[in-house]
């Protein structure tokens, strides 16, 4: 006879079996929980690096720039150069 009281072997090891299977759909998730949350920490990180790099770049860029005016306003001065002609490659230079 079985007693209602107290689970068998059977009920035992089905009880066992649910648990670990929990524990396992629960581990599972939070393994990806944690991926997740590491790949969003490391877009983040990268973020700033993208940042950073353009705003570097125009520092070269500015002295070209420069260097390109001087010329532009040697070749005025020199009458190569007309106002209107000089007015247009400034603002071709200085993108407006």
Aim: charged content about 20%.
């Amino acid at each position: 006879m079985m007693r209602m009281g107290r689970p068998g072997l059977l009920g035992t090891m089905a009880r066992t079996a649910v648990i670990a299977g929990t524990a396992t759909e629960v581990a599972g998730e939070v393994a990806n929980h944690n991926q997740q949350r590491m790949m969003q920490q490391q877009a983040m990180q990268q973020q700033p690096v993208q940042q950073q790099a353009p705003a570097q770049a125009p520092a070269v860029d500015e002295s070209s720039i420069i260097d390109q005016l001087k010329e532009l306003a040697a070749l005025k001065e020199q009458g190569i150069l007309t106002d209107e002609e000089f007015a247009a490659q400034k603002a071709k230079l200085l993108g407006s």
